[in-house]
T-cell receptor, first 115, second 115 residues
Framework: AQSVTQLDSQVPVFEEAPVELRCNYSSSVSVYLFWYVQYPNQGLQLLLKYLSGSTLVKGINGFEAEFNKSQTSFHLRKPSVHISDTAEYFCAVRLFQGGSEKLVFGKGTKLTVNP | DVKVTQSSRYLVKRTGEKVFLECVQDMDHENMFWYRQDPGLGLRLIYFSYDVKMKEKGDIPEGYSVSREKKERFSLILESASTNQTSMYLC??????????????FGPGTRLTVL
């Protein structure tokens, strides 16, 4: 079975500080991994995704994530956050079940950037 | 730009009412999804569809049904709304690819309150 665990439900940081949002997955097959962001009162949008190749993936708005197969992790990082990065962040893994494909999402991490 | 629209941003219904949530996408995507989002639980898949008139149950289909008569439109139906269906409902769409790596594009969500 595949599942996704986001280890922190809330992460408060100060503006211009670095941030890491943690995500671990469990899977017995090769994985595709995603990070989505949800700004207040909006739907989700893709930040970045890992399919194959380089383990360091760069996304929009200065975010990046590193796929670590041995630790089954896909942590999201940004070296210096802005107030506008305040949002909820979701990690997701592709799952094949019953011949069809879907994404399984983590429970989300609320990032609050304080001045 | 891909656009996914949902018929209402906010909806208030009474217990026992039949509720229709509509979703339309304009990018000719094969896959469409309905999720509900609740605090601390993340996104949970209700139903998805990979073709017109095709549907698959997700993780929490009880109390819901869906309809896909046209490729661009995917409707979620609450046959008899109950208070525990008060939630944010998110629609998404994606291309159908063999690799399953395609991004899901989300609508802005419908916040449903059942009184």
């Amino acid at each position: 079975a595949q599942s996704v665990t986001q280890l922190d439900s809330q992460v408060p940081v100060f503006e211009e500080a670095p941030v890491e949002l943690r995500c671990n997955y469990s899977s017995s097959v090769s994985v595709y991994l995603f990070w989505y962001v949800q700004y207040p009162n909006q739907g989700l949008q893709l930040l970045l995704k890992y399919l194959s190749g380089s383990t360091l993936v760069k996304g929009i708005n200065g975010f990046e994530a590193e796929f670590n197969k041995s630790q089954t992790s896909f942590h999201l990082r940004k070296p210096s956050v802005h107030i506008s990065d305040t949002a909820e962040y979701f990690c997701a893994v592709r799952l094949f079940q019953g011949g069809s494909e879907k994404l399984v999402f983590g429970k989300g991490t609320k990032l609050t950037v304080n001045p | 730009d891909v656009k996914v629209t949902q018929s209402s941003r906010y909806l208030v219904k009474r217990t026992g009412e039949k509720v229709f949530l509509e979703c339309v996408q304009d990018m000719d995507h094969e896959n469409m999804f309905w999720y509900r989002q609740d605090p601390g639980l993340g996104l949970r898949l209700i139903y998805f569809s990979y073709d017109v008139k095709m549907k698959e149950k997700g993780d929490i289909p009880e109390g819901y049904s869906v309809s896909r008569e046209k490729k661009e439109r995917f409707s979620l139906i609450l046959e008899s709304a109950s208070t525990n269906q008060t939630s944010m409902y998110l629609c998404a769409s994606s291309l159908l690819t063999s690799g399953g790596a395609d991004t899901q594009y989300f609508g802005p969500g419908t916040r449903l309150t059942v009184l």
